[in-house]
Every structure is written in structure tokens, then in C-alpha cells.
């Protein structure tokens, strides 16, 4: 099956700092990429839509300056949380779309971001 | 009201037992509804998929869909200790790279 990976698996990092997540289709190419941010005992809630080359769409109440997406390549977006603050703190998860059926989104195995 | 509800849980059954996990919708345009299992600190991982309404059967797993009723449901057969993970039910329309809207997930815990 397609594999979806993801780095770092875990981040701590100081308020104020930045930190970048990557999102990686390792066996097919990626024509749409979603970021979902996921807090303890919830859903996933989209943050984002991006394709490859374009800019990103962002959902309602998700700021764009502060969670910047780039989707570089078919195969590899970008999630950077600028001067993270510790509300930041929360599992990103990137899933990405071979374009071939609506359902066929596969996930990667997520990003743990704590912020002191 | 909530695009999607699904109830939380937790649900604890034991080993062996059959479970039910549903979900209802209020957005008659879902064409494509999605069972997701996630183990705790990883990514949702597909485990079924229907298009429209209609049963769909894998192995253990039987996923059916009512659009009549706006209901969806995974039933779990000879559930084992390894089904323990949250499951999450999602639905998208009818386009490619359509965004898919979640439940809650439910959490389940299958014991010895």
C-alpha cells in the first residue's frame, strides 16, 4: 500500500522559535496534500489543503502566517509552525492524496509537537 | 449541529463479542464514507471504504451505509485484544482530493 511518512515523529521546541514538519509520499506522487492537527480524545480537524506548486488552502480560523504550508514536489509538503506558543502544542498529521478516487487519502504516522 | 457525530466512548467489550460502530450525517451530498482505525499516537490507517449506500464485507469487518437514514456502521466480528484502537468514521463527496469530514472516533477496548 502507499506509505506516507513523516519528520520529526516528535518535537519539543522554546516558545517563540519555529519549527518545520515534513510530509513525504514515498511510493506515489502526491497531487493534494491535508494537514490535520489532532488534540487528545478529538477528531482530526483540517488545517489545510495545499497543492503541489500553488498556494495552500486554509480552513476557517486557521492562521496562514503562523502555520505556513509549502507543497515543493508531488511528493513532499511543508508545515512550519512560526513563533510557536505552548497552545501550539498538539499531533500533526499530513495525509496525501493520489488523485485517483476521493477515499484513496493515506495518512502519515503523525508529528507530536510539545512547546515549552 | 455537527457535520458528523460519533459517539466517543469509550466502549469495552470482550474478546470474541461482536461490536457496533455508527455514525450519522447530516450532508446528504457524502457519496464516499470511510472507517479509519488509529492506534494511540499514530496515523489513521484505512480500514474500509462504500461508495453510497450498501453493505461491504473484509474478513472481520462489515461496513454498511444507509443514506435513506443518514446512518453508517462498522461491525467488528471475534473482535480481538489487537482491535483495541480508536475507530473514526469519515465522509467526502463526489471529487477527487475532496476533503473528508471526521467523526469523533470512537475508542475501543477489547479485553481478555
Known amino acids: 500500500g502507499a506509505v506516507v511518512s513523516q519528520h520529526p515523529s516528535r518535537v519539543i521546541c522554546k516558545s517563540g522559535t519555529s519549527v518545520k514538519i515534513e510530509c513525504r509520499s514515498l511510493d506515489f506522487q502526491a497531487t493534494t496534500m491535508f494537514w490535520y492537527r489532532q488534540f487528545p480524545k478529538k477528531s482530526l480537524m483540517l488545517m489545510a489543503t495545499s497543492n503541489e506548486g500553488s498556494k495552500a488552502t486554509y480552513e476557517q480560523g486557521v492562521e496562514k502566517d503562523k502555520f505556513l504550508i509549502n507543497h515543493a514536489s508531488l511528493t513532499l509538503s511543508t508545515l512550519t509552525v512560526t513563533s510557536a506558543h505552548p497552545e501550539d502544542s498538539s499531533f500533526y498529521i499530513c495525509?496525501?492524496?493520489?488523485?485517483?478516487?476521493?477515499?484513496?487519502?493515506?495518512f502519515g504516522p503523525g508529528t507530536r509537537l510539545t512547546v515549552t | 449541529q455537527k457535520e458528523v457525530e460519533q459517539d466517543p466512548g469509550p466502549l469495552s467489550v470482550p474478546e470474541g463479542a461482536i461490536v457496533s460502530l455508527n455514525c450519522t450525517y447530516s450532508n446528504s451530498a457524502f457519496q464516499y464514507f470511510m472507517w479509519y482505525r488509529q492506534y494511540s499516537r499514530k496515523g489513521p490507517e484505512l480500514l474500509m471504504y462504500?461508495?453510497?449506500?450498501g453493505n461491504k464485507e473484509d474478513g472481520r469487518f462489515t461496513a454498511q451505509v444507509d443514506k435513506s437514514s443518514k446512518y453508517i456502521s462498522l461491525f467488528i466480528r471475534d473482535s480481538q485484544p489487537s482491535d483495541s484502537a480508536t475507530y473514526l468514521c469519515a465522509m467526502t463527496g463526489t471529487g477527487t482530493a475532496s476533503k473528508l469530514t471526521f467523526g469523533t472516533g470512537t475508542r475501543l477496548q477489547v479485553t481478555l
Open positions: 495525509s496525501a492524496d493520489s488523485g485517483r478516487t476521493p477515499f484513496e487519502q493515506y
Open positions: 462504500t461508495y453510497s449506500s
